[in-house]
């Protein structure tokens, strides 16, 4: 029998009221509109722990509809991460770091033959690894399975370089950077490929401009200078569109024509001529219009585009949907680390402030599959503020990490083909029921999010209003992300109201409150949210529901 990874709840926690009894005023769940919400999925190793469970093979098309519905529960897109066929050469360079530490950390026991894979961002060809889905045919399936529970699926596409072992390194070395001897003598750039008919030729790695000295070696670097290179590129994205309903794009900002003439001029020598017919054929801006059109023509439907970038920011917000705000991501760590929450409450006011204003939107996260995970780099103590602060922001996407809603502290490098076993943090997973459930109710989805100040002067928290203006309710959510005790204080002409401390999971019962006035105690990390209404409980109108059917309502104050 085989050992089984994925940690059953107890049955306690299924049947318990995890809120303690919520609000009956923020009305019914919705499907999220301006709060949207991601869900990241390793699928090869999401894949195996099911498996594993259920002691038989797993595949994208045969998961248990018991394990959609809990996902379904909280989330309406998912992204698929590494659904490719692996590459048999970046399995072999990863083999080769078998012990990098990041492995050994994350697998003291690692087996070379059973644990390490290939990179999933190293493509050899855009076709469904067998492991995760037999066709196009059995992935369609699962997508149009999730369709008609009104999700929607993303999967990955990486522009800017392919596997060692991809058809074109023998059929269109052209389509590649290439240097010569020299460069692959004294620089640690390039690899050295013979071809079918014994041609040498010196090969780029893909890299980060940033870390020049650190390219990524199970992949080759591919020429955006070569106009044939990108109709090829655009050719691999109109097939993939009809599997999905949009792409999460790999470093994005890469083969922008600025970034790209700036990592690679120096060993491609381009022309003025070359150059400036690069920068006159700038791949997103013509691939992703056309795409989109083609698509909505076609089959009658919109296609997101989600751009991973650190920088170009501006200039891809013409053309993507989504921009990962790794900004204030590090505004967040920086906050959390120094206790100054100063930063961090201007820049979530000027997103909330800019709300309709731009064409594109954030995805916003405390981890991703590239970062550690909230709990090892924020504590637990303060991955929840940090959670709840970036959960607030408007037409944005909320991208949660798998693992992250359990609390889980090791982040799987991305060569290894298993999940390591981590005991679940069930605190940490009604944590993340509760924001999820809140943030899909009616309130938070339709009301208007602004940031007020105290009205007593205290600094430490960050304080949140939702207003709707067709109910007598609004939502208070106060965040401490600071290290000092927080008394937020909040003016109120409501005759009933109730708190509940999100952080705990209880009710709150140690706040003051008078008849103008409530005054929220919040100890550092601590995020209380208060539900206040002019209408007793028992007079309420269906719309003021509670936000969860299932839960007691509890006695207002």
Not at 44 to 52: E, P, Q
Not at 314 to 334: A, P, S
Not at 345 to 355: A, N, W
Not at 383 to 407: T, Y
């Amino acid at each position: 029998m085989r050992e089984k990874l994925i940690e059953e709840k107890p049955q306690i926690f299924e049947d318990k009221d995890s809120a303690g009894g919520l609000w009956e005023h923020l009305g019914p769940k919705e499907s999220e509109k301006q709060l949207k919400g991601l869900y990241l999925i390793n699928t090869r190793l999401w894949l195996d722990d099911l498996s594993k469970k259920y002691e038989t093979t797993i595949t994208i098309g045969s998961v248990p509809d018991d394990e959609w519905n809990k996902l379904f529960e909280k989330y309406d897109n998912f992204w698929f991460m590494g659904i490719y066929q692996p590459s048999q050469k970046g399995q072999e360079v990863a083999k080769k770091h078998l012990d990098d530490y990041r492995y050994r950390d994350y697998l003291p026991d690692i087996d070379e033959n059973r644990d390490i894979v290939a990179s999933p961002f190293a493509i050899t060809e855009y076709s469904p690894n067998p492991t995760i889905a037999k066709d196009w045919q059995e992935w369609d399936e699962m997508v149009e399975k999730l369709h008609q529970r009104g999700k929607k699926v993303f999967i990955d596409f990486v522009p800017n370089h392919t596997a060692l072992d991809h058809p074109w390194v023998q059929s269109h070395p052209e389509y590649y950077v290439q240097g010569y001897e020299q460069l692959y003598l004294t620089t640690n750039n390039f690899i050295k490929i013979t071809d079918d008919i014994g041609q040498v030729k010196y090969f780029a790695y893909g890299k980060d401009p940033n870390y020049p000295d650190k390219p990524w070696t199970d992949t080759l670097q591919l020429n955006y200078a070569n106009i044939e290179l990108q109709e090829k590129m655009r050719d691999e994205l109109i097939k993939l569109s009809k599997h999905t309903d949009g792409f999460r794009c790999d470093m994005a900002m890469l083969i922008n024509p600025k970034t790209f003439i700036t990592s690679w001029n120096w060993c491609l020598n381009l022309s003025k001529e070359e150059q400036n017919n690069l920068k006159e054929n700038p791949f997103w801006q013509k691939t992703i219009s056309e795409i989109k059109n083609k698509v909505a023509l076609q089959d009658n439907r919109n296609i997101e585009f989600i751009a991973e970038a650190y920088w170009d920011e501006k200039e891809l917000g013409q053309w993507f949907d989504y921009i990962y705000n790794k900004g204030l991501y590090n505004n967040m760590i920086d906050c959390i680390k120094t206790g100054y929450i100063f930063g961090i409450k201007e820049h979530l006011k000027s997103l909330i402030g800019q709300s309709g204003e731009i064409k594109n939107r954030w995805v916003i996260f405390t981890e991703n599959h590239d970062e550690k995970r909230a709990t090892e780099i924020m504590g637990e103590e303060f991955s929840k503020p940090a959670a709840v602060l970036l959960a607030m922001i408007r037409d944005s996407i909320f991208m949660v990490n798998q693992g992250q809603e359990s609390g889980w502290h090791f982040r799987p490098p991305m060569q290894i083909s298993k999940f390591r076993k981590e005991e679940t943090n069930f605190d940490i997973a009604r944590f993340y029921d509760d924001l999820l459930s809140i943030r899909r109710s009616s309130l938070f989805q339709n009301g208007e999010i602004n940031i007020i100040d105290s009205t007593s002067g205290d600094q430490n928290s960050i304080i949140f209003e939702i207003r709707k203006a067709d109910t007598d309710t609004r939502a208070i959510v106060a965040v401490n992300i600071s290290q000092w005790t927080s008394f937020a204080q909040v003016e109120k002409d409501e005759d009933h109201l109730d708190i509940y401390n999100l952080t705990s999971g209880q009710k709150s019962d140690d706040d003051w409150i008078d008849d103008k006035n409530l005054i929220l105690k919040l100890n550092p990390g601590e995020v209380k949210i208060v539900c206040l209404t002019t209408v007793a409980p028992e007079s309420s109108k269906p719309q003021d529901e509670c936000v969860l059917s299932e839960m007691e309502p509890r006695a207002c104050f």
